[in-house]
């Protein structure tokens, strides 16, 4: 674990559900032991609580005054304070949910020794009423009593608690693209380009822990989406990467991270959150793509290959470890540029800088394996130029050339060694300067482990008559047979249902259309039938109403739609259930409510009765209703306030 790149995040809730603790205990262990470890794990559970409680008071105290001044370099000060402060609390939060986990939180959750991961913490955001606006709007906009869908709104505010600590494993990601899709129902069912749900949303920098507002509920579907890439990198960093099943799972949660880090910045902009800013999210999907090649590096590293000096092998091995140091080295750019610098952990650009120094190290060490382990066939010579000499080696016959004498190509071997061990004593220093890494062990071994490699094989190379200085080693080209792929989240395999279905279907009864409720409206069957004619589903259309009929004298137009029959609201009905429910009338006739679409310009009760938003209707496919479609997302401010109008005149707005 990185100290200061708070692995931890939200999903390590103080307060949340934790229900591996009940079961946390293994088969076999000794039971009196596993009480008392029990014992000391609720006695440090207690101590992290008093320390998160303490934390989060300072951080209330910091945000007060980062609210109340406008003195700029105060301001400055606490936004600092907010930093040090969230990353405190992050790790606190962190190590609580280490110990929830399992009793046996002390012992190693990996069987080798792999190079730590750069996970990234959720975004935290405070408690939020729903009721007030939905219930203003649904009786304001839809006409319908507020005050009954008490049940759904709450079911939309535990959905979002939840999601404020969610577990680090798929169940933890299905609850956030359930929420994030509950957030795209929202959107095109309540909020139009000139009205926003007049909710202020609050969420906390992920970087910084600076405190960002902001009242578009496009902020809100941001931050979860940024929510979703950053567990993906929680759950990336915990596989183990000792076996090749763990490494494919660390690539594929990498590269899913990668690709919400891609969305979010192609789909939202101007966010007030500079953890949200698109430099931020690029330096994100560019770390998240480098650490998808390194585990792509380390599960071609896992399996032994059947010959131990394959000359092939170790050059491919070469060539994949010049493609992770140069990413790294491009992350290490990235991270470099302003604004991105101002708001990146120390640690992680330390991190970043050691690992591009670490591969281009391993890139050396595998190259002199493979230059110093036999001669090799013409295609492993002819692989060498390409690996050390590029493009030029086919193409250029009197440019530089490889050497095929054994004692060359020891000296050439000798000299990418001793760049190999440069490498790595760079990076043990890099690794000694920062704070934080000091206390990672595991990247000591690590980097311990691959310093001494190369300085065992350098002494058996090493000769006592050997007085002629090594070449320089080229350098080596970076390749890969694997690069990974941005991929965005899957939230199609997440199917929910629309919180608040009984509204009726988005295609009419959203905030963006304007109907007038019609009836009962009450039809009798003549010689001919009631006289009109339906078409679609949910709701059911009248396509055609013939003049001089029953239906034309009870009031009923073409374009509305029947939402009610006989006192049973059918908006979802399908066509079929529409017209049995109309053939089973008597002679008594039947009773119907529909509605009608209105101009934009027009109040709903107001007006001539017409048909209105024909390519709406026109747009309508039978039997495709069911399935609501999510508004395409607009920018984070790409709301605006509603200008003043003159009461006589102007557009009205939608009540």
């Known amino acids: 674990m990185i100290p200061e790149e708070r692995r931890g995040g939200p999903g390590a809730g103080e307060d949340g559900p934790q229900p591996q603790a009940a079961g946390s205990i293994r088969k076999g262990c000794d039971s009196l032991g596993a009480q008392t470890q029990c014992g000391r794990l609720q006695s440090r559970r207690a101590r992290i609580h008093q320390q998160i409680n303490k934390e989060l008071r300072m951080r209330t105290g910091a945000e007060n005054l980062y609210r109340a001044t406008s003195n700029a370099r105060v301001r400055e000060t606490v936004a600092l304070e907010l930093s040090y402060v969230n990353s405190s609390l992050q790790l606190l939060k962190e190590e609580l949910e280490e110990l929830n986990c399992s009793v046996d939180a002390d012992g190693p959750e990996r069987a080798g020794i792999t190079v730590p991961m750069i996970p990234l913490g959720l975004k935290e955001t405070t408690e939020l009423d729903w009721s007030t606006a939905l219930k203003e709007l649904i009786s304001g906009h839809f006409g319908e009593d507020g005050a009954s869908y008490e049940t759904e709104i709450r079911e939309l505010t535990d959905l979002r608690q939840a999601t404020r600590t969610p577990s680090r494993n798929e169940s933890g990601l299905e609850l956030l693209m359930a929420y994030y899709n509950q957030l795209c129902l929202l959107d095109a069912r309540f909020v139009t380009p000139a009205r926003s749900l007049g909710l202020l949303f609050h969420w906390y920098d992920s970087l910084t822990g600076v405190p960002a507002q902001q009242r578009a509920l496009a902020f809100e579907k941001g931050s979860v989406l940024f929510n979703i890439g950053a567990l993906h990198t929680q759950i990336g960093a915990r596989q183990d990467r000792s076996c090749p099943e763990g490494t494919s799972r660390a690539v594929?949660?990498?590269?899913?991270?990668?690709?919400?880090?891609?969305?979010?910045?192609?789909?939202?902009?101007?966010?007030?959150?500079?953890?949200?800013?698109?430099?931020?999210?690029?330096?994100?999907?560019?770390?998240?793509?480098?650490?998808?090649?390194?585990?792509?590096?380390?599960?071609?590293?896992?399996?032994?290959?059947?010959?131990?000096?394959?000359?092939?092998?170790?050059?491919?091995?070469?060539?994949?470890?010049?493609?992770?140091?140069?990413?790294?080295?491009?992350?290490?750019?990235?991270?470099?540029?302003?604004?991105?610098?101002?708001?990146?952990?120390?640690?992680?650009?330390?991190?970043?800088?050691?690992?591009?120094?670490?591969?281009?190290?391993?890139?050396?060490?595998?190259?002199?394996?493979?230059?110093?382990?036999?001669?090799?066939?013409?295609?492993?010579?002819?692989?060498?130029?390409?690996?050390?000499?590029?493009?030029?080696?086919?193409?250029?016959?009197?440019?530089?050339?490889?050497?095929?004498?054994?004692?060359?190509?020891?000296?050439l071997g000798k000299a990418h060694l001793k760049r190999a061990i440069l490498g790595q004593e760079e990076a043990l220093r890099l690794h000694a300067v920062g704070r934080a890494l000091r206390r990672v062990d595991l990247l000591q071994a690590v980097l311990g482990q691959a310093l001494r490699r190369s300085l065992t094989r350098y002494s058996e190379l090493d000769l006592e008559d050997d007085f002629f200085e090594a070449t320089e080693a080229p350098?080596?080209?970076?390749?890969?047979?694997?690069?990974?792929?941005?991929?965005?989240?899957?939230?199609?395999?997440?199917?929910?249902?629309?919180?608040?279905?009984?509204?009726?279907?988005?295609?009419?009864?959203?905030?963006?259309?304007?109907?007038?409720?019609?009836?009962?409206?009450?039809?009798?069957?003549?010689?001919?039938?009631?006289?009109?004619?339906?078409?679609?589903?949910?709701?059911?259309?009248?396509?055609?109403?013939?003049?001089?009929?029953?239906?034309?004298?009870?009031?009923?137009?073409?374009?509305?739609?029947?939402?009610?029959?006989?006192?049973?609201?059918?908006?979802?009905?399908?066509?079929?259930?529409?017209?049995?429910?109309?053939?089973?009338?008597?002679?008594?006739?039947?009773?119907?409510?529909?509605?009608?679409?209105?101009?934009?310009?027009?109040?709903?009760?107001?007006?001539?009765?017409?048909?209105?938003?024909?390519?709406?209707?026109?747009?309508?496919?039978?039997?495709?209703?069911?399935t609501p479609v999510p508004a395409q997302a607009r920018p984070l401010l790409g709301w605006s306030r509603k200008a003043k109008r003159d009461k006589t005149g102007g557009r009205l707005g939608t009540p």
């Open 475 to 626: 350098d080596i080209q970076p390749k890969t047979h694997q690069r990974p792929e941005v991929r965005a989240p899957s939230f199609s395999r997440v199917k929910v249902a629309d919180i608040f279905h009984r509204l009726g279907p988005l295609s009419v009864f959203s905030a963006k259309n304007r109907w007038r409720l019609v009836g009962p409206v009450h039809v009798t069957r003549g010689e001919g039938g009631f006289g009109f004619t339906l078409r679609g589903d949910s709701p059911v259309l009248i396509a055609a109403v013939i003049p001089g009929s029953h239906a034309a004298a009870a009031g009923l137009q073409e374009g509305d739609y029947i939402v009610s029959v006989n006192g049973q609201p059918c908006k979802w009905w399908k066509h079929a259930e529409v017209v049995a429910q109309l053939k089973g009338v008597g002679e008594e006739g039947v009773s119907l409510q529909v509605v009608t679409l209105l101009p934009s310009a027009e109040l709903p009760g107001t007006g001539d009765r017409r048909p209105a938003l024909r390519g709406l209707l026109r747009n309508q496919k039978e039997g495709d209703w069911g």
């Open 252 to 411: 594929e949660a990498f590269q899913r991270a990668a690709g919400a880090f891609s969305l979010l910045r192609e789909k939202f902009s101007r966010a007030p959150s500079p953890d949200m800013s698109p430099a931020s999210l690029s330096m994100l999907e560019q770390l998240m793509t480098a650490q998808a090649q390194e585990c792509v590096f380390e599960g071609l590293s896992l399996p032994a290959p059947a010959a131990p000096h394959d000359c092939l092998a170790q050059l491919h091995l070469a060539q994949e470890a010049a493609q992770v140091a140069a990413q790294y080295e491009l992350v290490c750019r990235t991270m470099a540029q302003p604004p991105v610098c101002s708001c990146v952990p120390f640690a992680w650009t330390t991190l970043v800088h050691v690992k591009a120094k670490h591969f281009r190290a391993l890139a050396h060490y595998h190259a002199a394996v493979a230059f110093c382990d036999g001669p090799p066939a013409e295609a492993e010579h002819r692989a060498l130029e390409q690996v050390f000499l590029g493009a030029q080696a086919p193409s250029e016959p009197g440019g530089p050339a490889l050497p095929r004498e054994r004692e060359e190509r020891r000296k």
